[in-house]
C-alpha cells in the first residue's frame, strides 16, 4: 500500500482551538506522530505559509498606521497654519493608504485560506492559523482607523 492510499484511508482528525491552545501552552501528550520526512515537509510548506501571510500582515499594518500618521500629523499641521493642498490632500492620502493596508490583508488573508484548504486537501493535519487570528485584529485597527479618517475625528 503507498503512502497516498494509505492518508485517504485514515479518518481526518481536526483539533478544535481550545486542544489546539491547549497544546500550544503545555505542549501535546505523548511522543510526537509522524515524524517521517513526508510529515516535515509539509509541516514546513505550511509554516511557510504562515510566515508569508505574517509578512503580508506586517506589510498591511505599516501602510495603515503610515497612512493614520500622515492624516493625523496634517491635520494637526492645518491647526497651526493653513495650507493649500495640492492635487490631492492629506485626508485623502491617508485614507488610501489605509484603504490599500486592509486590501492587501484581505487579499492575504484570502490566498492564506485557499493555501490551507489545498493543504488539507492533500490529508495535511491543518491546526487553526494564528496568522489568521492576527490579520482579523489588524483588519479591526484598519477599519477603525478607517472610520476615524472619513468621520474627521
Not at 62 to 91: C, H, V, W
Amino acid at each position: 500500500m503507498d503512502s497516498k492510499q494509505s492518508r485517504s484511508s485514515l479518518p481526518k482528525q481536526r483539533r478544535s482551538l481550545g486542544v489546539y491552545l491547549r497544546d500550544l501552552l503545555m505542549g501535546p501528550k505523548g511522543p510526537p506522530k509522524n515524524l517521517d520526512a513526508s510529515f516535515l515537509a509539509t509541516d514546513r510548506t505550511r509554516l511557510a505559509h504562515e510566515r508569508t501571510m505574517m509578512a503580508w500582515i506586517r506589510t498591511g499594518l505599516s501602510l495603515i498606521s503610515f497612512g493614520f500618521t500622515i492624516y493625523k500629523f496634517f491635520q494637526i499641521q492645518e491647526l497651526r497654519t493653513p495650507f493649500q493642498d495640492g492635487l490631492i490632500g492629506a485626508r485623502s492620502f491617508g485614507f488610501m493608504m489605509i484603504l490599500t493596508g486592509l486590501v492587501a490583508v484581505l487579499l492575504a488573508g484570502l490566498s492564506h485560506r485557499r493555501e490551507m484548504r489545498s493543504l488539507r486537501a492533500a490529508g495535511v493535519e491543518v491546526p487553526p492559523s494564528m496568522a489568521t487570528i492576527v490579520g482579523g485584529l489588524v483588519s479591526l485597527l484598519g477599519i477603525l482607523g478607517l472610520i476615524a479618517v472619513v468621520f474627521r475625528q
